[in-house]
């Protein structure tokens, strides 16, 4: 019961903060409690992230796959400032990702704080929810500095 209570608060908190993969990530879930379908609840958690990532991953390369990007924009990346920083970019972003993904290896109950955090984000901050992995990466990163200035 309090699954479901949980779920509708996020309906209603992604549908004021105008955020629909929120809206909808909590509208499938109700769905799939309210028609007891739980058992494939394991699943998704289990392989909704990789999934995620696959579908994330292919809008990503489309540009490449309809030929929007060419020859010329790889030369553009390392013969430009902006192309370079776009490249460390990305290469940064990824690496705070896997830090992430070791967070909630370990700490699976940093979700919630994740979670809230991204809605006050949406909220607050009008920022775009593009996943977990970045929001715990970045935990990650404050978590080892937190312990590095002596905190407990």
Aim: charged share 10%; glycine share 14%; proline share 3%.
């Amino acid at each position: 019961m309090l699954g479901e209570i949980v779920l509708v608060l996020l309906i209603i908190v992604g549908v004021v903060g105008r955020s629909s993969i929120i809206a909808t990530a909590a509208c499938i879930l109700l769905a799939i409690k309210l028609v007891h379908l739980e058992r494939f609840l394991p699943g998704i958690e289990r392989r909704g992230l990789e999934l995620g990532l696959l579908f994330l991953t292919l809008s990503v390369l489309v540009p490449f796959a309809s030929g929007k990007v060419g020859l010329k924009d790889f030369v553009a990346v390392i013969t430009s400032w902006q192309g370079i920083l776009a490249l460390i970019g990305g290469a940064a972003a990824t690496y705070i990702n896997s830090k992430g993904l070791q967070l909630l290896q370990v700490e699976p109950g940093m979700i919630a704080g994740l979670v809230l955090g991204s809605i006050v984000g949406i909220l607050v901050l009008r920022g775009i929810p593009v996943g977990p992995l970045m929001a715990a990466g970045i935990t990650a990163i404050l978590y080892k500095l937190f312990k590095l200035l002596g905190g407990s």
